[in-house]
């Protein structure tokens, strides 16, 4: 038996239902005793004896939590972040971690000052195609790199109903802040902190206050470009990989199943969760000496956001080295916010 790591969860929306609650109930590492649900009691229906607490607060106060996820709206994440390390806890805080450099670099401080780990959420980077897309250029089977692509796209032409997402009066709003700390993450994971960048905004929707597109140019050394796009008004998606290289290319959609098995109410221990339909499969294009090509499908590696929370476990247990450094947020929130 491992030591357990009492855990409390901020909300119970989406995020707490589908991305949080079922990997911390099934980690044997963690006990999940509380969860804050402001109006609708919901949880303890998913999982009994479970602690509902009415308000933020009385979460923070109890001495029984060790780790509190930190999923609620973006602006919200430095204030609570800060007073859950006041308090003496772990902190695991969703992307993106603070609207600003200072902010985070403040809370690491802190964090450091009290003895506790602040760690930061970046689920992505256990998608089934980042992990392929990863393998393939850690392969060197492209040789050198010339130019990589990565997307997120969707098509939502409506303004939704979160506030803090589509009214620029709240700090971190807009698509940049909420998928771009997935992509810039996913550059800086595979490819380091860049040499500069450049970066486009645009807001396209009608009635739009947030920027709904962007595009993000990394310029790496040995003449790397990357190239990171999202936008809400995409009818037709592109692929979200390609990556170009002296030796061949790689393109792959954007294939990973978590987020719909979840939605459906799959668990993460459930026989073919995380494994992507055939139709899938990357697509993988090298070039022989004679010029000719050699076409491959390959598939992706499950995906299997509960590794994150295990890398979560044993860096609270064991002091292991959490696998999203300070630094790669820093790198990531010098970017979204300039």
Same mark, same amino acid.
């Given at each position: 038996?491992?030591?357990?790591?009492?855990?409390?969860?901020?909300?119970?929306?989406?995020?707490?239902?589908?991305?949080?609650?079922?990997?911390?109930?099934?980690?044997?590492?963690?006990?999940?005793?509380?969860?804050?649900?402001?109006?609708?009691?919901?949880?303890?229906?998913?999982?009994?004896?479970?602690?509902?607490?009415?308000?933020?607060?009385?979460?923070?106060?109890?001495?029984?939590?060790?780790?509190?996820?930190?999923?609620?709206?973006?602006?919200?994440?430095?204030?609570?972040?800060?007073?859950?390390?006041?308090?003496?806890?772990?902190?695991? =805080?969703?992307?993106?971690?603070?609207?600003?450099?200072?902010?985070?670099?403040?809370?690491?401080?802190?964090?450091?000052? =009290?003895?506790?780990?602040?760690?930061?959420?970046?689920?992505?980077?256990?998608?089934?195609? &980042?992990?392929?897309?990863?393998?393939?250029?850690?392969?060197?089977?492209?040789?050198?790199?010339?130019?990589?692509?990565?997307?997120?796209?969707?098509?939502?032409?409506?303004?939704?109903?979160?506030?803090?997402?589509?009214?620029?009066?709240?700090?971190?709003?807009?698509?940049?802040?909420?998928?771009?700390?997935?992509?810039?993450?996913?550059?800086?994971?595979? &490819?380091?902190?860049?040499?500069?960048?450049?970066?486009?905004?645009? /807001?396209?929707?009608?009635?739009?206050?947030?920027?709904?597109?962007?595009?993000?140019?990394?310029?790496?050394?040995?003449?790397? /470009?990357?190239?990171?796009?999202?936008?809400?008004?995409?009818?037709?998606?592109?692929?979200?990989? =390609?990556?170009?290289?002296?030796?061949?290319?790689?393109?792959?959609?954007?294939?990973?199943?978590?987020?719909?098995?979840?939605?459906?109410? =799959?668990?993460?221990?459930?026989?073919?969760?995380?494994?992507?339909?055939?139709?899938?499969?990357?697509?993988?294009?090298?070039?022989?000496?004679?010029?000719?090509?050699?076409?491959?499908?390959?598939?992706?590696?499950?995906?299997?956001?509960?590794?994150? &929370?295990?890398?979560?476990?044993?860096?609270?247990?064991?002091?292991?080295?959490?696998?999203?450094?300070?630094?790669?947020?820093?790198?990531?929130?010098?970017?979204?916010?300039?």
């Amino acid at each position: 038996m491992r030591p357990k790591i009492n855990v409390g969860l901020m909300a119970y929306g989406m995020s707490g239902k589908v991305f949080h609650a079922p990997f911390v109930h099934q980690n044997d590492g963690f006990n999940f005793v509380g969860v804050v649900e402001r109006s609708k009691k919901q949880a303890a229906q998913d999982y009994p004896n479970i602690t509902s607490y009415d308000i933020i607060e009385q979460l923070i106060a109890d001495d029984n939590i060790d780790l509190v996820i930190i999923n609620t709206p973006n602006y919200t994440h430095y204030d609570y972040a800060k007073k859950c390390l006041l308090a003496g806890k772990h902190i695991l =805080v969703e992307k993106p971690f603070t609207a600003t450099v200072a902010q985070a670099k403040e809370l690491f401080n802190l964090a450091k000052e =009290v003895g506790k780990h602040a760690l930061v959420y970046q689920n992505r980077r256990f998608d089934s195609g &980042f992990k392929i897309t990863k393998e393939v250029i850690q392969s060197g089977r492209l040789g050198k790199l010339t130019e990589v692509y990565f997307r997120f796209d969707r098509y939502r032409n409506e303004i939704g109903p979160k506030a803090f997402k589509e009214d620029n009066s709240y700090e971190a709003s807009g698509l940049q802040y909420d998928l771009g700390p997935h992509l810039v993450d996913q550059a800086i994971a595979l &490819f380091g902190k860049p040499e500069k960048f450049y970066k486009v905004l645009a /807001n396209n929707r009608e009635n739009s206050k947030v920027d709904d597109y962007f595009f993000i140019h990394l310029a790496y050394p040995n003449q790397l /470009n990357v190239y990171l796009t999202a936008t809400l008004l995409a009818a037709d998606i592109p692929p979200a990989f =390609v990556v170009n290289g002296a030796l061949g290319a790689f393109s792959k959609n954007h294939g990973d199943v978590q987020e719909a098995q979840l939605l459906k109410g =799959v668990k993460p221990s459930d026989e073919g969760y995380g494994l992507e339909v055939v139709h899938d499969a990357g697509k993988l294009t090298l070039v022989n000496k004679d010029g000719s090509r050699d076409v491959s499908l390959l598939t992706s590696p499950l995906g299997n956001y509960g590794e994150l &929370f295990e890398a979560v476990y044993q860096t609270i247990a064991n002091n292991e080295l959490y696998p999203i450094s300070e630094e790669d947020i820093i790198a990531q929130l010098e970017i979204l916010e300039n």
